[in-house]
């Protein structure tokens, strides 16, 4: 098939690797290059760069609003368009210029985490499973038909990190599916469920300050959720302190929240958080046990 691939994260590099193996994509669109790391250089996304590595025209529209765009996009007459962490709305002028339409390869079980952050919320918020849904684009926010959907299980361990990495390589076994089923006529589309909707909001940096006020399961999940970007930290004076790594532990529930206890763990609403990784603002990480020799936390210091 003729394919038009949209994209931007290193999430959709590998369904991009996987329809190149199969179909013919003739177009890449990506979000424009922008400045990124310390030195704030002029970088293309993980898209653009695959995308000219193998010799595929990309576009970088900051927008596909003026009409214009839309022409544009229309007259590369693909058979469909495929849809992953894109990042822009795709005006209706768009979804409908294709045979087929426009795919999307969504980081969730829909209709749970529609939205920008599906899979950091999915642990945040206890999940025990996630997945990619394959759906039809709508004008709505991930509102379309759902057409095939892929689950894993969320583990004690599971980072947005690691889930990250689980969808993108679920994402391209799904999108190759679908279009196989595409192809044959078999593919069918299913209304989503009106109930069970959640909105995966946009993940703000300001979430990684750690509330004590929370239970140490609760805690634990949004540390997970939030690994690497933009990670959890809390304050001891004016010196910001990364938690990298931790496991809830049992604790007396009458220690006040925010309580520094033996062996580094942080009293909570109920529970503890042991810190078992940690690193301070410009320096390594180490270990709690390493930390301690460098950094005085004194037992009964309330964070």
């Known amino acids: ?36 790391g310390r030195g704030h250089q002029i970088q293309k996304t993980p898209v653009h760069q695959y995308a000219e590595e193998h010799g595929i025209p990309v576009y970088c529209p900051a927008t596909l609003k003026p009409q214009e765009e839309k022409d544009k996009f229309k007259a590369l007459n693909a058979d469909v368009a495929v849809v992953a962490a894109y990042g822009l709305l795709l005006p209706r002028a768009c979804l409908e210029a294709f045979p087929h339409g426009c795919l999307n390869i969504h980081g969730s079980i829909l209709p749970r985490w529609r939205g920008a952050a599906p899979i950091q919320r999915s642990i ?33 361990t599971t980072t947005s ?22 192809e044959q006529g078999r593919l069918i589309a299913k209304k989503q469920p009106e109930e069970g909707v959640t909105h995966a909001a946009k993940i703000e940096k300001s979430e990684g300050l750690i509330n004590w006020n929370l239970d140490a399961e609760e805690l634990d999940c ?4 939030l690994f690497p970007w933009p990670g959890m930290w809390f304050m001891h004076g004016e010196e910001r302190i990364a938690v990298l790594d931790a496991e809830p532990v049992e604790l007396d ?18 529970g503890g958080l042991k810190l078992k990784t940690l690193r301070r603002d410009g320096k390594k990480a180490v270990s709690a046990e390493d930390f301690l020799r460098g950094y005085n936390l004194p037992i009964g210091t309330k964070l």
Do not use: W
């Open 1 to 36: 098939m003729k394919i038009v691939f949209m994209g931007t994260p290193d999430f959709a590099v590998e369904p991009l690797k996987a329809l190149l193996s199969k179909h013919d994509v003739i177009a890449v669109y990506t979000q424009p290059p922008r400045p990124s």
């Open 124 to 156: 945040m918020a206890g999940d025990k499973e996630s997945g990619v849904t394959l759906m039809q684009m709508d004008v709505g926010m991930d509102t379309g038909d759902m057409l095939l959907v892929k689950k894993t299980p969320i583990t004690k």
């Open 161 to 182: 990190e690691s889930l990250y990495e689980t969808l993108s390589k679920l994402g391209a076994e799904l999108v190759i599916e679908g279009l196989d089923l595409l």
């Open 222 to 225: 949004i540390r997970r959720g």
């Open 253 to 270: 529930n009458n220690i006040l929240a925010g309580t520094v206890c033996e062996n580094l763990v942080i009293a909570c609403k109920t």
